[in-house]
C-alpha cells in the first residue's frame, strides 16, 4: 500500500456562507451546518435539516455538493472533534466545513475510514483558535491501496465493525428505555396517577448528609488520605469510577461521610441536567466519602429500596420536583437539604419495590455484557483500521465475523422484555 497527498485522491474544497434565515423553506435540498455533523452521524436524516429551494440556490449562486462527499469542521472548536459525514444525498453546505470530493478511481467510503484513522485535526497549529487551511489538507498525506477493489474490501470489513459498534449502543439506549417503561408501568406514573400510594417526605424514612467540605483548615489535626466521591463520578443512573480522588481528612470524618452499600448518591447541582442526578452505590471502592456538592441518602428501616428511589429520582416525576424546587441562577440549578428532605416520596409496597430491583439487576448484567462488547469493538475497530490501512487486512476477518454471530445472537434480547421478569 502507497501513499499521497489527499489531493490526489478527492477534489477538496470548502462550503458557503449560510443564507440568511428567512431564506430556508420546506422543500428544496438540504443545508449542512458544522453544528449538524454529530447529530447525522448519529442517525439524524439529511431530510430533517434546514432546506435551500431551487431559486434561493440559483440566485445565491450556491455550490451543491454531489452524493458521497465526505464532510468535515475546518475551524472552531468543532475542527479538534473529528467527526467525518458522508453526504447520502447532494446538498449545500456551510463555509465552516471542509468538503473532499472523491476522485474517479477512489470509494468514498473508504475515505471517510482513511480520516477517522487518520484525523485532519493534526494539522491544527493553535489549539486555542483552531482552524486548518484547505492548502494544507490537500498537502495531508494518507495511505492509498492500489486497486479500487482494495478499497471496497477495506471499507465493507470496517463498516461491519462500525454498524456493531451503532448496535450495540441502540441495545444499551433501548436497554434504558425499557428500564423506564418498566418503572412507569410497575407504579402506574406513565399518567401520573400516584394517589393510590402513600406519599410523604423523604426525610420520614432516609438520612440525608452532604458532604465533606474542601480546602478546611485542620490546624494540625491528625488526617488520612482517603478516596471521595466528586460531582464528576455521580451520572444519571451509574457511577464514573474511571478518575477516583482522594482527600485529607480527620477519622471523624471519615467515620460521618463514609459510603455504604445502598446509599444513593445525589449531586445538588450546578447545570440544570445535574439537578438530582444520582446513582446506588454499592462498595465499588472498600473505604470511600463523599464531597459536599453530593448528598448521601441512606434508607432507615426497610420501607425503601434504594434503587426504587434512585429510579424515582431519575424520573419525570423526579426531575419535575426538583427543577420546580431549585434554585436558579442564569444556567445554574442548585437544592439544598432542606428541598431534598421535603420531597414528596410515594412509598409502594416494598415487595413492589424490591420486584423492581430485581430486574434492574438483570438488566444491568445484560448491561455490562453489552458495554463490555461496545468497548471491544471499539478497540477492534481502531486495531482493524491500523492493519488493514497498512496491508494487513485479512488477519483480523475471523475476528470480525465472531462480533457479527455475537450481535445477532443477542440482539433480540432487548425485546424479549418478558425475559427480564424476576
Not at 480527620?250 to 460521618?256: F, G, V
Request: hydrophobic share 40%.
Amino acid at each position: 500500500m502507497c501513499g499521497g497527498p489527499l489531493k490526489e485522491v478527492a477534489t477538496i474544497t470548502a462550503g458557503q456562507s449560510a443564507p440568511k434565515p428567512e431564506l430556508f423553506s420546506n422543500e428544496g435540498l438540504p443545508f449542512v451546518r458544522a453544528g449538524c455533523l454529530e447529530e447525522l452521524i448519529a442517525g439524524k436524516k439529511e431530510s430533517d435539516l434546514e432546506m435551500i429551494s431551487n431559486d434561493v440556490a440559483r440566485e445565491l449562486r450556491m455550490n451543491l455538493y454531489p452524493e458521497g462527499s465526505i464532510l468535515f469542521a475546518k475551524s472552531g472548536m468543532s475542527a479538534t472533534k473529528n467527526r467525518f459525514y458522508q453526504l447520502k444525498t447532494p446538498a449545500y453546505v456551510v463555509s465552516h466545513l471542509a468538503v473532499l470530493i472523491p476522485k474517479d478511481r477512489f470509494f468514498s467510503d473508504y475515505l471517510r475510514h482513511v480520516l477517522i484513522q487518520y484525523p485532519p485535526s493534526s494539522l491544527i497549529k493553535d489549539i486555542a483558535y483552531p482552524a486548518i487551511s484547505l492548502g494544507d489538507i490537500q498537502d495531508f498525506k494518507v495511505p492509498i491501496p492500489e486497486t479500487y477493489d482494495d478499497q471496497i474490501r477495506i471499507a465493507t470489513l470496517l463498516s461491519k465493525v462500525e454498524n456493531l459498534i451503532s448496535c450495540r449502543r441502540e441495545q444499551l439506549k433501548q436497554l434504558d428505555e425499557l428500564l423506564k417503561s418498566i418503572f412507569l408501568e410497575m407504579f402506574g406514573l406513565h399518567n401520573g396517577d400516584v394517589k393510590k400510594w402513600i406519599i410523604e417526605p423523604l426525610s420520614a424514612c432516609t438520612e440525608i448528609v452532604s458532604g465533606v467540605t474542601k480546602g478546611k483548615k485542620y490546624n494540625g489535626n491528625k488526617l488520612r488520605d482517603v478516596p471521595y466521591m466528586r460531582v464528576a463520578n455521580v451520572k444519571d443512573g451509574y457511577l464514573n469510577l474511571s478518575e477516583i480522588k482522594t482527600i485529607e481528612v480527620t477519622e471523624a470524618e471519615i467515620y460521618k461521610y463514609k459510603l455504604i452499600s445502598g446509599d444513593l448518591l445525589l449531586t445538588e447541582g450546578g447545570d440544570p441536567d445535574k439537578l438530582g442526578r444520582g446513582a446506588v452505590w454499592n462498595c465499588e471502592i472498600e473505604e470511600c466519602i463523599h464531597q459536599n456538592h453530593i448528598f448521601r441518602v441512606r434508607a432507615i428501616g426497610n420501607s425503601v429500596n434504594p434503587v426504587f428511589l434512585s429510579a424515582l429520582m431519575a424520573s419525570k416525576y423526579g426531575k419535575s420536583y426538583f427543577f420546580k424546587a431549585a434554585k436558579q441562577t442564569t444556567g445554574i440549578a442548585s437544592i439544598n437539604s432542606t428541598q431534598l428532605k421535603a420531597f414528596p416520596l410515594i412509598k409502594p409496597p416494598v415487595d413492589l419495590q424490591n420486584q423492581f430491583a430485581a430486574i434492574v439487576e438483570k438488566v444491568e448484567s445484560v448491561r455490562s455484557q453489552y458495554t463490555k462488547s461496545l468497548k471491544n469493538l471499539k478497540s477492534l475497530y481502531g486495531t482493524l483500521s491500523q492493519k488493514a490501512l497498512t496491508g494487513e487486512l485479512d488477519l483480523l476477518r475471523v475476528q470480525i465475523c465472531e462480533e457479527c454471530e455475537m450481535a445477532n445472537r443477542t440482539a433480540s434480547r432487548i425485546s424479549a422484555s418478558q425475559e427480564l421478569t424476576p
